[in-house]
T-cell receptor
Framework: GDSVTQMEGPVTLSEEAFLTINCTYTATGYPSLFWYVQYPGEGLQLLLK?????DKGSNKGFEATYRKETTSFHLEKGSVQVSDSAVYFC???????????FGQGTRLTINP | GAGVSQSPSNKVTEKGKDVELRCDPI?????LYWYRQSLGQGLEFLIYFQGNSAPDKSGLPSDRFSAERTGGSVSTLTIQRTQQEDSAVYLCASSLEGVGAKNIQYFGAGTRLSVL
């Protein structure tokens, strides 16, 4: 079945550092890919998405590119802020299957 | 506009009791989803409603779990004879449609269920 694997956390960085959170997927079809973020005490929020190969999703300085050849959707940000501290979830939604399949989540802490 | 609303935000119950969790989706959204977030299992899909179609119940972990959606809007997730392993955060999401580009799911803040 479909699955998503994220790099294990927790990840701790200093402010203004470069961030990469790895995400790879297994799917039978051509999935849409998502990054969701969960800030402390809040619900899941969509951060960005990509619906086909080579698409780049971006939002709030975060970017991720849909790489079909490596089945990856790594999340990157050039300069993180303390306010980026949260749990990040990579997810996919396969064609014809409406549910989201999530990775295990990566807890990110940014120190000032 | 209002987002997905879930109630209660926290629920503590005794093992063996039944609980009902409520979800009020974004107005106009035809698709509604329930997920469970627990330490051991991460985020798991439970059930999906789309319009008047039969729900996709493939993620329900046992027959103690059931859900209904009345009038195409509010949904209730019921857990009968709760067990300690049911302790988790139950998340509801809704989307404009169930498939395609409009299947962006918006999540509520969740109900934290603790079974003692």
């Amino acid at each position: 079945g479909d699955s998503v694997t994220q790099m294990e956390g927790p990840v701790t960085l200093s402010e203004e550092a470069f961030l990469t959170i790895n995400c790879t997927y297994t799917a039978t079809g051509y999935p849409s890919l998502f990054w969701y973020v969960q800030y402390p005490g809040e619900g899941l929020q969509l951060l960005l998405k990509a619906t086909k190969a080579d698409d780049k999703g971006s939002n709030k300085g975060f970017e991720a590119t849909y790489r079909k050849e490596t089945t990856s959707f790594h999340l990157e940000k050039g300069s993180v802020q303390v306010s980026d501290s949260a749990v990040y979830f990579c997810a996919l939604s396969d064609q014809g299957a409406q549910k989201l399949v999530f990775g295990q989540g990566t807890r990110l802490t940014i120190n000032p | 506009g209002a987002g997905v609303s879930q109630s209660p935000s926290n629920k503590v119950t005794e093992k063996g009791k039944d609980v009902e969790l409520r979800c009020d989706p974004i107005s106009g959204h035809t698709a509604l989803y329930w997920y469970r977030q627990s330490l051991g299992q991460g985020l798991e899909f439970l059930i999906y409603f789309q319009g008047n179609s039969a729900p996709d119940k493939s993620g329900l972990p046992s027959d103690r779990f059931s859900a209904e959606r009345t009038g195409g809007s509010v949904s209730t997730l019921t857990i009968q004879r709760t067990q300690q392993e049911d302790s988790a955060v139950y998340l509801c999401a809704s989307s404009l449609e169930g498939v395609g580009a409009k299947n962006i799911q918006y999540f509520g803040a969740g109900t934290r269920l603790s079974v003692l």
